[in-house]
Nanobody, 114 residues
């Protein structure tokens, strides 16, 4: 089974940018890949998804600021985050999903603060 490892989180000032990476241990070509986030005391929420053909979807709260992309050859999915806001502070989780399979990474912390 594919395993996922996120990286790229950290502390950034409001208005700044970060790029998260999610490296998979095997092929992601047939998976819908997604990024979710969870702030303390709140449920995990969908941020963005990338279908196997690369078609993206976004939560309304990040449209125009975040971009999801994938490199199937490198078994990696990315989340480029621009114009970050304090409300984007959360643990960001990578997800790989296909029929009967739902895989999560361990998460990476993103903190937006001055």
């Amino acid at each position: 089974q594919v395993q996922l490892v996120e990286s790229g989180g950290g502390l950034v000032q409001p208005g700044g940018s970060l790029r998260l990476s999610c490296a998979a241990s095997g092929s992601i070509s047939f998976y819908t890949m997604g990024w979710f986030r969870q702030a303390p005391g709140t449920p995990r929420e969908l941020v963005a998804t990338s279908a196997p053909n690369g078609y993206p979807t976004y939560a309304d709260s990040v449209k125009g600021r975040f971009t999801i992309s994938r490199d199937n050859g490198a078994n990696t999915v990315y989340l480029r985050m621009n114009s970050l806001k304090p409300e984007d502070t959360a643990i960001y989780f990578c997800n790989a999903r296909r029929t009967y399979i739902n895989i999560w990474g361990q998460g990476t912390q993103v903190t937006v603060s001055s």
